[in-house]
């Protein structure tokens, strides 16, 4: 797993993800001038935002303990309120694309999926990510779903592989689409289509498939520089075991070519126990 995070992303996973509950004296002093440092901090930055982009990171400040994760999403807004900055004042090619991937370690039970969802919205309305999507598995459903179905989810935060197939409005036969279902858009893949009716049969990610779908309810997933992104969060990610279940290897090459090439778009938070991570 460290080969997916730069050396201070994967400094984040030095300390429990949960504080323990018993501390020294001097421990407690310690925390609390932490917690008194982002507060104050956050007092004197939150006058530059709305009141959207307020919001989550006071939810986040409300949860006990998580020093770490607080000052992570504190940096979030401040690097990107620096980089508007330096926009603004012209210096574009000063602005640096900052990879942003995380490993939440802990026990089952100490709220990493709550975190994580609330991370997610946290980063895109600090800015530093344009999508607001989170799709969020275990290992082992990502396995039971097959490295092809998998793909088809994790394109809907990419907008699938650049430089791969031919560009076109025109839908074919195993395209990433997204599928128009009760008002909202989910990720598929088209099977068939029947060029006489204009209708498909598309396959969702769960494995299940819908017929005579008309073109209207589908869309292609958009590759423009603002349409992409959003959060993966794996849990149990150790599950994949990619050196002895070729499956999972499939997976994990998958997650990587993501990381890399959508690495200002995209966010993977992996969570699990701290020594199968490192692992």
């Known amino acids: 797993a460290k080969n997916w995070f730069s050396k201070d992303e994967w400094s984040y996973t030095e300390k429990p993800f949960v504080p323990p509950a018993t501390k020294s004296a001097n421990e407690k002093r310690t925390r ?37 994760v607080k000052r992570v999403a504190l940096s979030a807004y401040t ?26 370690v802990g026990n089952p039970g100490t709220g990493k999926t709550t975190v994580a969802q609330l991370f997610a919205e946290l980063l895109e309305q600090a800015g530093a990510r344009a999508g607001h999507k989170f799709v969020q598995m275990t290992a082992t459903e990502a396995l039971r779903k097959g490295s092809k179905a998998f793909a088809t989810e ?35 893949q088209i099977k068939r289509k029947c060029n006489q009716k204009r209708v498909y049969t598309v396959a969702f990610p769960d494995n ?19 349409s992409v992104g959003g959060v993966l969060f794996l849990d149990e990610a150790y599950d994949l075991d ?11 090459a998958e997650i990587m070519a993501a990381a890399e090439e959508h690495r200002s778009k995209l966010t993977i938070i992996l969570a699990g126990y701290k020594q199968d991570i490192e692992d």
């Open 208 to 226: 299940t498939e819908s017929e005579d779908v008309p073109e209207s309810e589908l869309r292609h997933l958009q590759k423009g520089p603002d």
């Open 242 to 252: 990619p050196a002895r279940n070729p499956e999972g290897k499939t997976i994990l």
């Open 79 to 104: 690097d990107v309120l620096a980089n508007q900055r330096l926009q603004k004042n012209g210096f574009v090619k000063a602005v640096q694309p900052n990879a942003m991937n995380y490993a939440f």
């Open 154 to 188: 994790l394109a809907s935060l990419t907008g699938g592989r650049t430089g791969v197939g031919p560009e076109g409005a025109e839908y074919r036969t195993g395209m990433n689409v997204e599928v128009q279902v009760n008002g909202k858009y989910y990720p598929a």
């Open 32 to 68: 609390h001038r932490a917690v008194m440092d982002i507060e104050g901090k956050w007092e004197q930055l939150k006058g530059k935002l709305t009141e959207r982009q307020i919001r989550p990171m006071e939810r986040l400040l409300g949860l006990v303990g998580l020093q770490e």
